[in-house]
């Protein structure tokens, strides 16, 4: 279900990944390190690095989902609980978000407005030619702005986890952008499996979740505790929603 959420144009997903994102993890039977997470069953290791990924203060997200019939991607950055980033989907367009507990600022481009309005053309081009490319302000609260920046709830991985989890196996060491990982794998709920890539150097973050079966995904969270700034957009550039 999340997946296919992801992928509609209220809760979009964004620019697609770099190259060196769309490269495998690699794998490998053992690792050279020291036994990582001795002693702990696998559920006790997931666990961990969802709650590590979770409190993060700085972190980024990139993501590809599909589910429904469509398939989009997904670019975020964090910053304790603002989000910023892209969503767009094939045939969506794109929309940018600045999101904060309080305020939600959205920008979509003409096929974003289009694909959201469901409306007659001339309808949609007073929508469109009215906004052109500014920043449309929303109180956080606003449905829709809830609806919009539904993919900024991917800062705490933990929403991807069922209530009750199914038995997880620890597998294969691999790599994730270089970063050395252990591979943790469980059945999913659209009749594929699960594998979360937990890093074995550092901090025990949750590095990347792919999922197979009717909506695959892959998600990959990076940059933890970069220091990033995301300044909301220029008075200039926004129009309140309530002046539309």
Partial sequence: MLAGCLVLTACDPAEPPTDDANQPASTSPNSSA??????????EIQQLAYEETRTATFKKFRGQASGDGLTGTIELTFVNVDCAGTVSGEGLGKTEIHATPKVLHVKRDPQAWRSSLKATKA?????????????????AEHSDAKAIAFSCQLRDPNILLEEESPAISRGASATVDGQPAIMLTY???NGGTVTDYVATQGRPYLLKRTETGREPHEFTWYDFETVTQIPPPAASEVVDAGEL
């Fill in 123 to 139: 309808q949609e081009d007073v929508v469109v030619n009215r906004i052109g490319n500014r920043w449309i302000k929303l109180d």
């Fill in 187 to 189: 059945p999913g709920t």
């Fill in 34 to 43: 020291a036994e990582p997470f001795q002693g702990k069953t696998p559920e």
